[in-house]
């Protein structure tokens, strides 16, 4: 069963409550953007389109783009990509924000990302908001990483309260390659937890575009072929 394909009905206080306090964020980090001038871009071509283990267009490929603009430690910014969920939703636009800083040799990042769906069936309850705390350190040539988000209704019919935990690792063994990797769990209301996993490869072909082959997979294969071992390889171009 792909998780992006369950109905219902919802009270959402504690969804525009937490949708508040993204918005707040996106707009003090895209006005101070505004004034700083940090503002990056990013357009990626993949051939699968895979959020936290799970194919979000049924194994087909996607087209993505997204903006980020920066102030001082704040940080705003928004992407889009196509969907297929087997019904009329055909695009995911995210909006996040949040606050960067250092802590004690820790580079740390407090913030929420809202995920909204075009298209979506009446009622189909998809959009919802993640609060978001990661922290991350250099140790020798590696970089490691943990990081936890949080909904008070997630994505989807039978689910409301959501975590997601994750450990992460990037390498650089050469100039312009970037080996990585992460261990996440993801823990809903409803019976349909799993463990994924991923492994891969990021090359820079230039400054500004960078190939990337991965594999992913979960421990749910039989929640649906969304759920099965892929590997995905992605072209990205930033400016």
């Given at each position: 069963m792909n998780r992006k394909r369950i109905f219902k009905a919802s009270g959402r206080n504690d969804l525009w409550f937490?949708?508040?306090?993204i918005a707040a964020l996106v707009v003090i980090g895209a006005a101070g953007a505004a004034r700083s001038q940090e503002v990056t871009g990013n357009v990626a071509l993949t051939s699968d389109y895979v959020f936290?283990?799970?194919?979000?267009?049924?194994?087909n490929p996607a087209i993505s783009a997204g903006v980020d603009a920066t102030f001082g430690s704040f940080y705003a910014g928004g992407w889009a990509s196509n969907v297929d969920f087997g019904d009329d939703t055909d695009a995911e636009v995210d909006l996040y924000g949040g606050w960067r800083s250092e802590l004690s040799g820790w580079a740390v990042d407090l913030g929420g990302v809202a995920y909204l769906y075009a298209g979506q069936p009446d009622g189909a309850d998809y959009d919802y908001v993640e609060?978001?705390?990661a922290a991350s350190r250099a140790v020798g040539p590696a970089t490691l990483g943990v990081a936890a988000y949080w909904s008070p209704d997630f994505f989807g019919a039978s689910e409301d309260?959501?975590?997601y935990l994750e450990a992460n690792a990037a390498f650089s063994p050469a100039e312009r390659w970037t080996l990585s990797g992460a261990v996440g769990r993801q823990w809903v209301s409803s019976d349909l937890d799993y463990t994924t996993w991923n492994a891969g490869a990021a090359f820079a072909l230039t400054d500004n575009l960078s190939l990337d082959v991965r594999y992913h997979d979960t421990d749910q294969h039989d929640f649906g072929d969304a759920y099965g071992a892929r590997a995905v390889a992605s072209l990205k171009a930033t400016f």
């Open positions: 937490s949708g508040a306090c936290r283990g799970v194919s979000q267009t049924q194994e609060l978001k705390a309260e959501a975590t």
